[in-house]
């Protein structure tokens, strides 16, 4: 079976930074057959896009409200991809997911998507 699992969230101040991790296992016995992407979930809110990697990195897709501030990459060696986020907001306070698609190119849609992560919690206080 493929899992995902997150870490690296937690409690952070406005304007500061946090790394979440995404390492798969499993079924993902290489994550370099896998795109990537991060999404995120807040209070009372639907899934929202973040941001993909392509399945060597060449790619990167970022949604409007978190680029230049977050930058996605992976490390395929060990089976890993990163989310680096600077200058927090209250506003990126969600439980962020990631998942991933054995496809090419990029996908920014939820439903594209076959495997997920449990997600970990990011607060950021004001």
């Known amino acids: 079976q493929a899992q995902l699992a997150e870490s690296g969230g937690g409690l952070v101040q406005t304007g500061g930074s946090l790394r979440v991790s995404c390492t798969a296992s499993?079924?993902?016995?290489?994550?370099?057959?896998?795109?990537v992407a991060w999404f995120r979930q807040g209070p009372g809110k639907e899934r929202e896009f973040v941001a993909v990697?392509?399945?060597?990195?060449?790619?990167?897709l970022y949604a409007d409200s978190v680029k230049d501030r977050f930058t996605i990459s992976r490390d395929n060696d060990k089976n890993s991809v990163y989310l680096q986020m600077n200058t927090l907001k209250p506003e990126d306070t969600a439980v962020y997911y990631c998942?991933?698609?054995?496809?090419?190119?990029?996908?920014?849609?939820?439903?594209?998507?076959?495997?997920w992560g449990q997600g970990t919690q990011v607060t950021v206080s004001s």
């Open positions: 990697i392509s399945r060597f990195g060449t790619d990167t």
């Open positions: 998942a991933a698609k054995s496809q090419v190119g990029l996908g920014t849609r939820v439903e594209e998507y076959d495997y």
């Open positions: 499993g079924r993902i016995v290489s994550i370099s057959a896998y795109r």
